[in-house]
């Protein structure tokens, strides 16, 4: 397997890992609150809640991790060969972190905040590979 191919899929290895721990992290931090209902948040929170924060996080990447993995899966499927490809999955991959521990540590209404330079820096990355697919499917005309 070239190391290209290797680095994308050691990213959506990634992506799909801190996917699953803020899954269970919202999950967990909900519990145990008291009251707490399964599936439900309660009205009213906002960014001074940790449940709120853990809750945003996970919904984000809900939000924005499936049309990545679509990104990326197209670009496999054209064939894609390019190292930038790989690099811009890890950039993906690092910024969703980033972007958790900066929502959770973080309670803050401010617009920008922390957080959003690596939301960003994550649609960046998918803008990028859309590139790349639309100069791969270009040359196959």
């Not at 690099?87 to 972007?99: D, M």
């Not at 309670?107 to 994550?122: H, I, M, Y």
């Amino acid at each position: 397997m070239q190391a290209q191919t290797t680095l994308v899929f050691t990213g959506l290895w990634i992506i799909l890992v801190t996917w699953l721990i803020q899954w269970a992290v919202a999950a967990a931090v909900k519990a145990k609150q008291a009251d707490a209902v399964p599936g439900k948040i309660p009205q009213g929170l906002s960014h001074d809640s940790l449940v709120f924060r853990c809750h945003r996080t996970f919904m984000n990447s809900l939000e924005n991790v499936p049309m990545f993995v679509a990104t990326v899966f197209l670009a496999l499927f054209l064939g894609l060969q390019s190292e930038w490809f790989g690099y811009w999955v890890v950039v993906f991959a690092v910024a969703r972190i980033l972007h958790m521990i900066l929502y959770y540590a973080i309670a803050t209404e401010k617009n920008p905040s922390p957080r959003s330079w690596f939301f960003a820096l994550g649609a960046v990355a998918n803008i990028a590979i859309l590139v790349q697919c639309a100069m791969q499917l270009w040359s196959m005309y």
